[in-house]
């Protein structure tokens, strides 16, 4: 008798498990998925056109390297997706210092690398932490801690940000920003300011408070500008930028072949793994960084206009799950995650154009780099996991 009601209740089990698993799958936000997997899938296409030639012993060295980091990533973004957003309310502080913890075991034994390359150099920043052939960057995961203790810390105070709570989000979000700034990574400080003050806005921080932190963000800007704070490079980059005809030899040199490679696109383009600047490798670190300037030239401006509605797709269903979630947690998630993505593309395809200054910011699921991948696929699991649980808490 106790042997039947056992499994009798092993049965009742299983199928309440079944139905919860096909519940879940249901409501998989399946737009927001397949513009991801097809973003990463032309992010595939793209890098191997950008790098076939560089090792020609190997042309799909980098390829093999991308496809690795993308099928990790849909992992992380099935794992982001699959566990309940709401147990951040109990272990959010926890990601968040394992993240710092990474970040200050980058300073103290990370590898210096270049950008893209994964090959150690003596003047390249340290920012990875090596696991055999394959390198990871903990500064693109610190954009989505300062998210996650956000959400928590406001969600814990009921959304009550008077000047005492805002000092202590000030002091969450400083530490990782301080230590990405070191590395240094002047452009992932950049997006995470971006995303920390979107979360202040969504998080309803009243408006004079608001005006006073960018007040406070110009002063800091001037100040760092004043008092020499950049790097060389740094400062070079933001030069070119304002005056790019006058740095031909370095960040101008990029920009203006980045940009005579979309021009050479056209309407239609030069057509797939064509294109005389790309292939010729005129753009420096094209694969990455300046990806878009050869999806441009390749594909023109009926191609380019393509990915980026794509992405239009993308940024419309994370807002849509940031208007529609049902807690403080999962829409302060979901509206750092469209802060992260927007600014992302924004930035990136910015400064291919020449409408914003060079800092290395990767275009989402399209530029190489595993580490800015797996960062996003998390992203876009924690925004579908918002919306799964919308559905659910019905």
């Known amino acids: 008798m106790a042997v039947h009601l056992l499994e009798r209740g092993s049965r009742i089990r299983s199928r309440r498990e079944q139905g919860g698993l096909v519940a879940t799958l249901r409501h998989v936000d399946v737009v927001l998925v397949a513009s991801t997997l097809v973003l990463t899938l032309v ?6 056109s950008a790098t076939r030639g560089i090792y020609p012993a190997d042309p799909t060295y980098f390829l093999k390297r991308q496809i690795v980091y ?7 973004m099935a794992v982001c997706m699959f566990v309940d957003y709401r147990r951040l309310e109990e272990w959010g502080y926890v990601v968040y210092g394992l993240v710092v913890a990474s970040l200050l075991a980058v300073l103290a034994v990370g590898r210096h690398v270049s950008a893209g390359t994964g090959v150690a150099s003596a003047d390249s ?10 390198h990871l960057q903990p500064s693109e995961f610190g954009v989505l801690a300062v998210v996650v203790a956000t959400a928590v810390y406001v969600d814990r105070h009921g959304g009550q940000l008077g000047p005492k709570q805002l000092a202590a989000l000030f002091g969450l979000a400083l530490v990782p920003m301080l230590l990405v700034y070191k590395q240094p990574d002047l452009g992932t400080t950049i997006v995470t300011v971006v995303v920390f003050y979107v979360l202040l806005v969504f998080a309803g921080v009243r408006g004079r408070y608001l005006v006073g932190i960018a007040a406070l963000g110009v002063a800091a800007v001037a100040a760092i500008l004043g008092l020499h704070l950049l790097h060389g490079y740094q400062l070079q980059r933001l030069e070119s930028f304002l005056h790019p005809n006058q740095d031909l ?12 490679a979309i021009g050479a696109g056209g309407l239609r383009g030069a057509g797939l793994f064509n294109g005389q600047v790309t292939n010729l490798g005129f753009v420096p670190v094209q694969y990455a960084d300046f990806i878009f300037s050869a999806i441009g030239e390749q594909l023109g401006f009926v191609g380019s206009a393509a990915v980026l509605g794509l992405f239009a797709v993308m940024v419309l269903r994370i807002f849509r799950a940031t208007q529609k979630a049902r ?8 509206a750092g995650c469209l802060a992260f993505v927007v600014f992302s593309v924004f930035q990136n395809v910015g400064m291919n ?16 780099g595993g580490s800015a991948l797996l960062a996003f696929f998390a992203a876009v699991g924690l925004v579908a996991n918002v919306e799964i649980r919308r559905h659910l808490m019905r």
């Open 43 to 48: 992010g595939l296409v793209m890098v191997y």
């Open 70 to 76: 993308a099928a990790l990533g849909v992992v992380v």
């Open 125 to 134: 920043a340290q920012r990875w932490i090596g696991f055999g052939p394959l």
């Open 249 to 260: 030899g370095s960040s101008g040199y990029e920009l203006i072949q980045a940009k005579t």
């Open 327 to 334: 807690d403080t947690v999962g829409r302060l998630l979901c």
């Open 353 to 368: 154009v020449g409408i914003m200054p060079i800092t290395g910011i990767p275009l989402p699921f399209i530029s190489y």
